[in-house]
């Protein structure tokens, strides 16, 4: 029953996204061999794979404890020619505004790329990453620009989510990179904004030509410079719109993952049965 009324409370708390399409969802608790499923509409499920050099180590674990049941785990013993992934060689074509949301457990925060995506028909590259700045911090960021070099599409970076390594570090915090009209990106950590600037700096998706969506780094082939990050992943979703921060402060304040889109649709309709109920009573 307490789980009952945690879902339902979650639906009313994401119904200022009821207008928002889940298009990609990794929860990775449906993992079967090396295709982690997307839940959200089947068509971006992504394969795990690692590359190990001479004297490196390379790896992935499919079971483990994540934010919300099983994570992802990704292992890279020097964040560059050796690492984990999950890749899917297709990605959908994002309009002008959307919103990557996912949660991170790690203690490495330099020099590695969480999520990069690339789609040719959608004109951009995004990449979001963990990234040290002279003079300002160790943190996250994220990047927007052109997918080709016609640079129709402004490369924007989002200012540095200042990590504290020792007080943040081995804890879960979510991420969310919101982009609006193609122009501006800002990056929510644990629910604090920050906001786009107007630095070039940072990590590109890496080989050109590449198209999909790929978490754990960023494209390459083996044994080139992939930035792959060490640490754990849960909870993946790219949402159609770009999300406010109310709407992100739900997701990061919810004790329970993003809902399937089929579960969404029953949870939403015994929502409106409890509220009819409840009005028929007064």
Known sequence: MKMQIYLLLFV?????????????????????????????SGLYDATLGSYSQTGQTG??????????????GFYSSNGSGSGGWALADTAPVLGRSFTFSFWINTDRWTNSAWATYAVAASGAKMVIYSNTDAGVGTGLTARLYDYSATDAIPCVTSKL???????????WHHVAAVVTDLADITLYVDGVQYLSGSSTSGYGAGTANMDGLKLGGRFGANGSNNKYVSGSM????????????????????SSMPIPEPATMCLLACGLAMVSSRKNGKK
């Open 12 to 40: 009313a708390c994401l119904t200022g996204i009821s207008n928002a399409t889940v298009l990609v969802h990794y929860n990775f608790d449906d993992i079967s061999g090396t295709t982690v499923t997307d839940t959200a």
């Open 59 to 72: 790896s992935y674990t499919t079971v483990g404890a994540g934010k919300y049941d099983d994570g992802i």
């Open 161 to 171: 989510a200042t990590m504290g390594v020792n007080a943040e570090s081995n804890v």
């Open 234 to 253: 849960d909870d993946f979703a790219i949402f159609d719109t770009a999300l406010n921060a109310e709407q992100i402060a739900d997701i990061y304040e």
